[in-house]
């Protein structure tokens, strides 16, 4: 069925974002840095050298996007109706009108959104630290993440998409 579909749907988005990590870090010689882009704020993150010579001869001045971080946006959605969609679904059957129903829906979604900040901020408090203070810990620490995302993708794939079609047909 449809959440079939979509947990399939969600093992193959991260295989390619598994997939994607590996592949930057190896060919853009990512590392991470410390700096300043006023007096006042200060943060880390990655960035890479490819193509250029030395790395002390490389600038570190950038810009940030102030677009809307639609690769993030995607997985959030794509995660969200896998995981959720049939529970919403099943709910709603049980809910007696429809200002009700629209007031579970919203109350679960910001439970949702709630949930995935708490683990973000869980996830990336340490690997900030690593890549301030353990930068070679943190190329390793990111390269397992990128195999671990590419495994869990293959075995959703072959798990919920491959076998369960076959155990239903």
Request: net charge neutral; with cysteine.
């Amino acid at each position: 069925g449809l959440g079939q579909a979509l947990e399939t749907g969600v093992g193959i988005m991260l295989i390619v974002l598994g997939a994607d990590v590996l592949r930057r870090l190896v060919r853009d010689r990512i590392h991470f840095h410390v700096h300043r882009h006023d007096l006042e704020t200060e943060h880390v993150h990655a960035h890479s050298h490819s193509g250029e010579g030395r790395h002390a001869d490389s600038p570190h001045h950038h810009e940030h996007s102030k677009r809307l971080p639609l690769r993030a946006l995607a997985v959030g959605v794509m995660h969200g109706l896998a995981g959720s969609a049939a529970l919403v679904v099943l709910s709603l059957q049980a809910v007696p009108s429809i200002a009700l129903g629209l007031g579970y829906i919203a109350l679960f979604g910001a439970g949702s959104i709630l949930g995935m900040a708490l683990l973000s901020f869980v996830i990336a408090v340490p690997l900030k630290f690593s890549a301030v203070y353990l930068a070679s810990v943190h190329q390793t620490i990111t390269a397992l993440v990128g195999i671990f995302s590419c495994a869990l993708g293959v075995f959703m794939v072959v798990e919920i998409g491959y076998l369960k079609t076959l155990l239903l047909a």
